[in-house]
């Protein structure tokens, strides 16, 4: 269980999917960046789907913003340079702070190997997904309450009733190919798990540790948030 003390990071977590709410409000004008930047790592590299093993790539992808909500629906996404997921494991004691804040970090149970893999292939499915426009694969990797909540937030706007990936496709900046890249690296080092609640951590851009809240429906790891949320 989360002690009372430990509270802080797990507020953090919702504060994520809470701040989709501001960029819904402000449509087409926003211009930061919901994905967390990360970079790898660790020593073992998993090929996840939609990857493209690293590669930097050339020319500048088709920029996501000012599409129409039948072009986001569409789910056709473009090429992006992305890199490839890697997998160092070695549980959650590695990421304890002393004296910090380890509500995360001592949530729960370690997942085993095979679970740990699952959950960071549904994360970095849904970061490559995000990049390359294709909205309604990216959509298919996050929780049921992630979407529901997405589509609650866009009641009242011009994007009602249109699905998941329309929204997400408002809510997903334009980056340049250097920033798409660095969003999509994931170097998964533990999950956490009480019952069907998780939280994956991984190393970020230049070292950084996120976490991200991961939800078990049906047996398989979705993404219960926007983006990680840094621990150190």
Known sequence: ??????TGALAALLAVLLSAAALAACGENSESSS???SSGTGKAT???SGQDGGKSGGGSPEKSKGKSAEEADSGSGTSA???PLE???GGSAQFRVKGGDNSIQNFGEESDES???EAATALHDFYVARVRGEWQRACSK???LVADQLQTLASGTKQSGKGCSAILARLTPSLPPSVQRESTVVDAGSLRVEGDRGFLIYRGAEGTVYAINMALEDDVWKVGALAGVPLS
């Not at 269980?1 to 430990?6: A, E, F, I, P, Y």
């Open 115 to 117: 679970e740990l893999e």
């Open 87 to 89: 997998i160092s494991g």
């Open 142 to 144: 996050l929780s049921q």
């Open 35 to 37: 994905s967390a930047p």
């Open 1 to 6: 269980m989360v002690s009372r003390q430990g």
């Open 81 to 83: 340079p992305t890199a």
């Open 46 to 48: 998993t090929q996840g």
